[in-house]
């Protein structure tokens, strides 16, 4: 029932995987699910943290152990309306401007009603939801990256240094060059890897975190060597670039560090090295 509100522009939805102590590693969760009292449902007692849009959000797509297993097994995904008793959160200042917070579970009542998926294969949900996220956020990083280039373009062949344009000079146009070539690569695997994921075809994996992987890192290179080119002005409060520069850092993180794509895409590559022709 929450889907239609959140494509109405009504409601906002976050995804609650993360915890003090399984960030990268995430199948380390430990939020519990335990039966609720005379077997219906169970009861969600734990914590969430790094969470984007809490504590905000109307409604959580939350991953807890319900007990099938270690690791990856026995984790169940559960759709939880903000408003469920026991359900509290907080804001954490962070360096990025957007909303994230922590939740704290204390007791929350869920059903099979709350279920998404099946129980204990919770983990597949959240890998799905990763592979379409990954994409999305390296879109993210290019339109931060095309940003800072546009900004760039427009400063140094306005601003005059040592008799002539920026631009003129050869060590300012060969690092525009460079920006702008990462960037449209970072466009490219982006939308490589989400037509690959909207047509169903294999290795959407792998294409998901290249494109997370590159995007975010590329972003970081572009807004970092634009401000370099801007000078002092762009890290005064309000500059664009002072906006990115803060903003950029976080994707390199969140939804898979870049250490974590890099894993993904190598253990992808040498499985099918080593499966049979």
């Known amino acids: 029932t929450g889907l239609p509100e959140v494509r109405a522009g009504r409601a906002v939805a976050a995804f609650a995987l993360s915890e003090p102590g399984a960030g990268s590693d995430a199948a380390a969760l430990a939020l519990a699910a335990r039966p609720a009292p ?14 984007s849009n809490a504590p905000e959000a109307d409604f959580y797509t939350v991953f807890a152990r319900t007990g099938e297993g270690d690791g990856a097994r026995g984790v169940t995904a559960f759709l939880v309306p903000a408003d469920r008793p026991g359900l509290t959160g907080e804001a954490l200042d962070m360096l990025s401007p957007h909303p994230v917070g922590a939740l704290d579970f204390d ?9 998404l998926g099946e129980p204990g294969r919770g983990f597949r949900v959240a890998m799905d939801t990763l592979n379409l996220f990954r994409p999305s956020v390296g879109a993210f990083a290019v339109g931060m990256a ?43 695997l982006v939308l490589a890897a989400a037509a690959a994921h909207d047509a169903g075809e294999p290795g959407v994996p792998r294409r998901a975190a290249m494109a997370k992987l590159y995007a975010t890192e590329t972003a970081q290179y572009v807004v ?10 762009a890290l005064r409060r309000g ?7 803060r903003e950029v850092r976080a994707p390199r993180i969140y939804e898979g560090a870049t250490e974590v794509q890099r894993t993904i895409i190598a253990k992808d590559l040498y499985a099918t090295q080593e499966t049979p022709a």
């Open 146 to 188: 095309r940003a800072a280039l546009d900004a760039t373009l427009e400063h140094t062949a306005d601003r005059t240094a040592f008799g002539a344009p920026l631009k003129d000079l050869q060590a300012v146009s060969h690092q525009v060059a460079e920006m702008a070539t990462r960037t449209e690569a970072a466009r490219l």
């Open 38 to 51: 005379g077997g219906d449902g169970w009861r969600l007692t734990g914590e969430k943290c790094w969470i």
């Open 107 to 115: 007791g929350v009542p869920v059903t099979a009603d709350d279920v």
């Open 224 to 233: 970092d060597a634009a401000v370099q080119l801007h000078g002092a002005r």
């Open 239 to 245: 500059h664009l670039l002072e906006h990115l520069y």
